[in-house]
């Protein structure tokens, strides 16, 4: 995994060796299939590839193709800038913006762990699908 800022980024790429274990974790091939997470962009996009090998970003609450936009991935040798303060930790908004969350700092902004950030994602994702109509993704 690498991790860091790029310009006003904030991204955290997967290693090609973990590319299929973080889609496993956040259940992708179910939310939307032919993709995989290469990683996150600002703590509330996911990276993807589709199965051609193009990238994209998504938010990670609510993961639909209709918000799919197309997202150039930074070269692979790009060194990231390091921030020590955010290693490790991922941003998540309590009750994410989708649902009517507030974006700003303040009591609705809480840090994870990458465990924790794919159960939250997972959740209010089945959630979303509920609500609309989808099912849900499997446990």
């Known amino acids: 995994m690498n ?4 310009g006003d980024d904030y991204l955290i790429l997967f290693d090609e060796a973990e590319v299929a274990v973080a889609s496993d974790r956040y259940a992708i091939s179910q939310l939307l299939p032919g993709y995989q997470v290469l ?3 600002g703590w509330d996009d996911f990276i993807l590839r589709d199965s051609a090998g193009q990238t994209y970003s998504v938010p ?3 993961v639909n193709t209709k918000y799919l936009s197309p997202f150039n991935l930074p070269e692979t040798k790009l060194s990231l800038r390091p921030d020590p303060s955010f290693s490790g930790r991922i941003k998540w908004y309590v009750t ?3 649902f009517g969350g507030d974006p700003s700092v303040g009591e609705n902004l809480i840090w994870v762990t990458h465990e924790q950030h794919a159960q ?9 699908r509920s609500l609309k109509g989808h099912p849900s993704t499997p446990a």
Do not use: C, H, M
Request: no cysteine; net charge positive; proline share 5%.
């Open 3 to 6: 991790e860091g800022w790029l």
């Open 39 to 41: 990683g996150l962009r």
């Open 60 to 62: 990670t609450v609510s």
């Open 96 to 98: 994410p913006i989708a």
């Open 120 to 128: 939250l994602v997972r959740w209010w994702n089945d959630k979303y």
